[in-house]
């Protein structure tokens, strides 16, 4: 072979192998877990910590398909101040106190629905009734591509960034708890 054409070889190898290595990296952020996709946005860090708390992890790395309506840490410090100390606690220093292991788990379980749910999947103007893996009744709206939550004790939401792909499920983040 000529010097050239082996050039052009190393060339096509070395193309072939970037390209590789960047679908697997992409392959790879699409095989993470909601809970480890969730782990690595530091705007869910509250939500997570009660996940961890509540000993939810592993379910939510293996279960599924799901979708989780998750709420901001700016959301989740605006729940009722009785209950954010049982279900969100975080200590003075940013070191979590204790939930409740009733509550907590009930709280999260709240935000969660079975199946893999996108924005897409509700067309503009319609509402639908979902139940959420705690019992309780939700109405999801897509109100002019504006999608909106509201829960049976008055809780509104908005997704404010949706459709965060995860390998068994979808992740929405929502400007409200559910939970009041």
């Excluded at 409740?100 to 924005?119: F, K, M, Q, V, W």
Aim: neutral net charge.
């Amino acid at each position: 072979m000529k010097f050239p054409q082996l050039i052009q070889r190393a060339a096509l190898i070395a193309g072939v192998a970037i390209v590789t290595g960047l679908g697997g990296n992409a392959a790879q952020a699409q095989s993470r877990n909601c809970i480890d996709t969730l782990a690595g946005m530091p705007d869910a860090s509250r939500f997570v910590d009660v996940v961890s708390r509540s000993h939810l992890v592993e379910d939510l790395r293996q279960v599924g398909p799901f979708t989780l309506f998750v709420p901001t840490n700016a959301a989740v410090s605006e729940v009722t101040p009785a209950l954010i100390n049982v279900l969100f606690p975080m200590g003075a220093s940013g070191e979590g106190g204790t939930a409740d292991p009733i509550l907590a788990p009930a709280a999260i379980n709240a935000h969660i629905l079975e199946g893999r749910y996108t924005s897409a999947a509700l067309e503009p103007g319609l509402t639908m009734p979902a139940r959420t893996r705690a019992g309780n009744t939700i109405e999801v709206a897509n109100l002019g591509g504006k999608v909106t939550l509201r829960a049976t004790n008055g809780a509104v939401a908005n997704v404010v960034r949706g459709d965060i792909p995860c390998s068994n499920g979808v992740i929405h983040m929502i400007d409200r708890s559910l939970v009041r």
